[in-house]
């Protein structure tokens, strides 16, 4: 069973950076993607970004391109959202998610789920 755990929210200023990580145990094979959703207060979840496991092609919301970066260290079996230029509206808890075989990116299709690390931008 693949376990994720999320790290590196916390509180900043709108206009900081985080860095999120991800770390993924318990997989025996190479996933398909991972990608980052993230949930604010009385909002549905949406997608962030996600990237390919193998050749590391990427997909970005709108609302974060050109902000965040979504990367991963294969090595380390390890996800990263590296987000800057944050605005209060980024504001939420954060969920990295996994898909073993073929999904659609932006979509809830992911067969594994961390359970959330909050971030929370100030004005």
């Known amino acids: 069973q693949v376990q994720l755990v999320e790290s590196g929210g916390g509180l900043v200023q709108a206009g900081g950076s985080l860095r999120l990580s991800c770390a993924a145990s318990?997989?025996?094979?190479?996933?398909?993607?991972m990608a980052w959703f993230r949930q604010a207060p009385g909002k549905e979840r949406e997608f962030v970004a996600a990237?390919?496991?193998?050749?590391?092609?990427?997909t970005y919301a709108d609302s974060v391109k050109g902000r965040f970066t979504i990367s991963r260290d294969n090595a380390k079996n390890t996800l990263y959202l590296q987000m800057n230029s944050l605005k209060v509206e980024d504001t939420a808890v954060y969920y990295c998610?996994?898909?073993?075989?073929?999904?659609?990116?932006?979509?809830?299709?992911?067969?594994?789920w961390g359970p959330g690390t909050q971030v929370t931008v100030s004005s």
């Open positions: 318990g997989r025996t094979f190479s996933a398909y993607a």
């Open positions: 998610a996994e898909a073993a075989r073929v999904v659609v990116l932006t979509t809830f299709e992911y067969d594994y």
């Open positions: 990237i390919r496991w193998i050749g590391g092609s990427t």
